[in-house]
Structure formats: structure tokens, C-alpha cells
């Protein structure tokens, strides 16, 4: 129920709101039907109404407020305080909220405390004028907002929230540090003070064309988008948005990663393969016209002797002309290489028996050679030709470089369930463990003069296994015959593995 007390101990018996007139039983029904604190307190503070709601919130019984001052529901650090605003607000009573932008607590009858929004209004009650306080209590969405908080400082990158406005009113440590401000310089500041100055008017009318339809979105699709520190240093940044709602109203949250590093990365392997490409260019075009002008020069002399030609002019001949073939086949090799960067994008049933058989036909085991299998690998999707290439290399880099007459490769292969992991182990001469760590560059062969390959072998397969994905390792212990090729081949495919 409601209970009333008037100056002096009368008793009230109407009150007026807003020109309305309500009789007290009329008054008590109406405060006991909100689900809010409902107080009325005279100009001097005493408390003439209280609610239902309000002796809930607060721990009192029924009339145990009233005709005390209202300074009993806070707590004792802010009364004295409260005595001038409350007199301020008497010479000037409107409708307002208290505590605009700080916290209210009220006070329990147990002395403890919990956070409240309080609303004031003048009005008219019968024998004066009165001071009508609404009290929420906010405890709960307290705790909401601080969860909120701790998600948002916890997240791995920046996390700034913003009203609609785009002012700035929460930001994560990471954020700040990204950008180089510290604790809450941030807030209240427009969003656009982290922006290039020559972005900032364009991005007011990107920010209020997103408020009027604030949809989840990655930001900046298919152009950079640069962020500003505090010390004037643009970085590149990739941001997603996505609308929230809070108690202060719709906010706008967003989720910024600086890019520097994989800017870096991206620009140092463009480079790469520049350089590779501009090379590439030149060996295929400045070099095939000479070779082939050397190889018709042997033609022309073996011509010009006819049969006449003495044993030793045709040995050299041939010797030349196998040399001819080599730098042919050398320059192949080149252009096999440098194409390996991009990324099949077929994808295909990857049957590991038959793609092995398709290697045999167009390569068959040499005689006296031998070839095992033993592979529990289902059938699965994947880039078909790009694996078949590798496995063509290690095949034959097995056979090239080995020193018997006779021998065995054997192929193994098991799903772990990302990869399939496949070993071509050899039973060769091995390699040495000091020069493992140069097998997979260009141009290395373990013997100089063993004229068995072209060096680019191996750099091939490595650049093939870790494009789409992969990863492979040579096992070979010094003192020990043969060495094993370890290939992790991934089972699926992903975007970024793709051209």
C-alpha cells in the first residue's frame, strides 16, 4: 500500500500532477501499480509517499519512512552533498534525471548499497508543493554492462563502442594501445579523431548512412582502409560493425585489427615474386634464343662433316648437344617453378593408389628397382594436379640419386584427419644431415658434378606443398642408409589457399 503523511503530521488527502487532480486513494493505487520506487517528499526533504516498491528496494516496513528525511536513503558519504542539490533543485524545479553522467547509489536498511537511476519532478499536492522521485533499480543491468565490459576488454583485438552520434563512450586496453592513448583520453571524442584527417568528412556520412541501417559488416571490402595514432602514424586496419543496444540506447560496437605485420608479410612475398618472375622472364627469353642458336651451330657442324666426321668431333658434339638439353630442361624447370605459386583451384577425388599409378605409366620403376605401397587413406577432395606433381618429384628424385643397381621405394600414407600424411622413404645413400637444410632451395643438388638434376627438384615440391597448405619434412640420419620425404597434405581445401 501506499502510506502519507502531511506537514506537521496532517494527513494528505489529493494531490495534483500535471494539472490532475487525484484523490489519495486514487494516488495510492496509481504509485502501488508501477513496478518503480515511487517517493513524494516535500520542499524541505521530508517523505510524505512511499510505495510499495520502494520499501521492497529499499528493506523497510510499511510506513517506516515516512515523515523522515529523505537523506535516510543515501548513503552517508553523499547526504551532505545532497542537501544543496537539493536546495538548488527547489529554486529551480523541473523534470530532470539526477547524476547525469556519475553513479547514484541508494541505501538498504542493512546498510548495504545498490546502484539506482532517480528521476525528479515538481508537483502540487494539497497545503503546498512536493517533489515527486521515481528510483530504478539497476543492480542487474549493472552487472549486464559489467560482463559486457569484461567480454569487450578481453577480446584479442581492438573494441570501441560508439553512439549514434559516432561519439566514442567505451574503448578495450588493446584498442588504446593500438592507437596510442591511454585509459579514457578516448572518451567522448568523436570516432572520426582516429581517423586521416583527409578521411575524416567522408566517414561522417559513411557513419550516418550506417546508423540508418546498422547491419553486421566488415568495413572497407575490397579497398584499405588506414587508422591514425595519436602520433600522427596512419596503420592499416580492417574493422567489422555491428549494432548494439544498450540502457543509454543503440551503439554502434566495432572490432578493429591492425594489419601492419600481414600488410608487410603480403608486400615482401609480392616482391618475391617479382623478382622470380622478372627472372624467370629473363632465362626464358633471353637464354632460349642463344641456346637453341648454340644447338643449331652443333647441327650445322655435324652436317658440314657428314660421315667424314672424325670419333673425338662427334663425342664433343654430343656432349654439347646433351648440355644444350640441359640448359633446356633447366629453363623448363624454371618456368614449372615459378608458375608453382598459383594455386589450383580444381578441385578433385583424390583416389592415392590410382594417382600413384599415373605416375608409374608416364615414369616406369626402372629395372631392377621395386616400388611398395601401403596406403589407408580414403578417397578425398583436394588439388589433384599440384599433388601428383610432388609426388612425381619425390618418386624420381629417389631413383635419380640412387647409388645401387637395384632398390626399393616404398610409399606410406595415413589420414589423421586434417592431413594426409604421406613418406616416400628411400633405401639410397641418404642425405647428410649438413646439408638437409639446403635441399629445398634452387640450384642444389648434392653432388656438383652428378649430373642427375637440375636442383630444382625439391624447391618445387616444397613450394607446391606449402602453397596449398602443406608442409614437408626430410628424415635422414647420418650413418644410415636411405632418408624419408614426409608430405602433410591437407584432406580440404580453403579460400585463402586459392587463387
Not at 112 to 123: D, I
Not at 192 to 210: F, G, I, K, S, T
Not at 399 to 428: L, Q
Request: hydrophobic share 40%.
Amino acid at each position: 500500500m501506499m502510506h502519507s503523511a502531511g506537514r506537521n503530521g496532517e494527513r494528505v488527502t489529493a494531490m495534483e500532477i500535471d494539472g490532475e487532480r487525484f484523490a489519495l486513494s486514487d494516488a495510492t493505487h496509481l504509485a502501488n501499480a508501477i513496478p518503480v520506487g515511487i517517493a513524494v517528499a516535500d520542499l524541505s526533504g521530508k517523505l510524505l509517499f512511499v510505495n510499495t516498491e520502494l520499501e521492497r528496494m529499499t528493506g523497510h516496513g510499511p510506513g517506516a519512512l515516512l515523515g523522515r528525511s529523505v537523506d535516510v536513503l543515501l548513503p552517508e558519504r553523499n547526504r551532505a552533498g545532497h542537501v544543496a542539490e537539493r536546495a538548488a533543485y527547489v529554486r529551480e524545479p523541473t523534470t530532470r534525471h539526477m547524476g547525469v553522467g556519475r553513479e547514484l547509489f541508494a541505501l538498504r536498511a542493512d546498510g548495504s548499497e545498490f546502484p539506482v537511476e532517480v528521476g525528479l519532478r515538481p508537483m502540487d499536492i494539497a497545503g503546498g508543493k512536493a517533489i515527486l522521485a521515481s528510483v530504478i533499480d539497476v543492480s542487474q543491468r549493472r552487472q549486464l554492462e559489467s560482463g559486457f565490459r569484461a567480454v569487450v576488454e578481453a577480446a584479442p583485438y581492438g573494441m570501441l563502442l560508439t553512439d549514434t552520434r559516432g561519439i566514442i563512450t567505451m574503448t578495450n586496453g588493446r584498442l588504446n594501445t593500438m592507437f596510442g592513448y591511454a585509459g579514457a583520453e578516448l572518451l567522448g571524442q568523436p570516432i572520426e579523431m582516429l581517423l586521416p584527417r583527409r578521411q575524416r568528412q567522408a566517414h561522417v556520412a559513411e557513419r550516418d548512412a550506417y546508423a540508418r541501417s546498422p547491419t553486421p559488416r566488415v568495413m572497407g571490402s575490397g579497398r584499405d582502409l588506414t587508422g591514425r595514432r595519436k602520433d600522427g602514424i596512419e596503420i592499416p586496419v580492417e574493422i567489422a560493425l555491428s549494432s548494439v543496444t544498450t540502457a543509454a540506447g543503440r551503439m554502434s560496437l566495432a572490432a578493429v585489427v591492425d594489419i601492419t605485420q600481414r600488410k608487410r608479410a603480403e608486400l615482401k612475398l609480392s616482391e618475391a615474386n617479382a623478382q622470380l618472375e622478372e627472372f624467370v622472364y629473363v632465362a626464358s627469353h633471353d637464354l632460349r634464343s642463344p641456346i637453341r642458336a648454340i644447338a643449331s651451330l652443333v647441327d650445322f657442324i655435324r652436317e658440314d662433316y657428314g660421315e667424314i666426321s672424325p670419333p673425338p668431333l662427334l663425342r664433343n658434339l654430343e656432349r654439347m648437344n646433351q648440355r644444350v638439353k640441359r640448359m633446356e630442361g633447366l629453363i623448363e624447370d624454371l618456368l614449372v617453378y615459378a608458375g608453382a605459386s598459383k594455386r589450383s583451384v580444381k578441385i578433385e577425388p583424390i583416389d592415392l593408389p590410382a594417382l600413384i599409378e599415373d605416375v608409374l605409366e608416364l615414369d616406369p620403376l626402372p629395372c631392377g628397382m621395386k616400388l611398395e605401397l601401403d596406403i589407408d587413406v580414403p578417397i578425398f577432395n583436394g588439388a589433384k594436379t599440384p599433388l601428383t606433381t610432388v609426388l612425381r618429384n619425390l618418386y624420381n628424385n629417389a631413383i635419380k640419386h640412387h647409388d645401387r643397381p637395384g632398390g626399393c621405394i616404398k610409399v606410406h600414407a595415413r589420414e589423421t584427419g586434417e592431413h594426409c600424411i604421406i613418406d616416400v622413404v628411400d633405401d639410397g645413400p641418404g642425405i647428410p644431415e649438413a646439408a638437409q637444410e639446403r635441399v629445398f632451395r634452387l640450384f642444389q643438388t648434392l653432388m656438383a658434378s652428378d649430373g642427375k638434376g637440375s636442383g630444382l627438384g625439391l624447391a618445387l615440391v616444397q613450394r607446391l606443398v606449402e602453397g596449398h597448405g602443406g608442409r614437408i619434412e626430410l628424415l635422414s640420419a647420418d650413418g644410415e642408409r636411405g632418408c624419408t620425404f614426409r608430405v602433410w597434405w591437407p584432406c580440404f581445401m580453403r579460400s585463402d589457399l586459392v587463387d
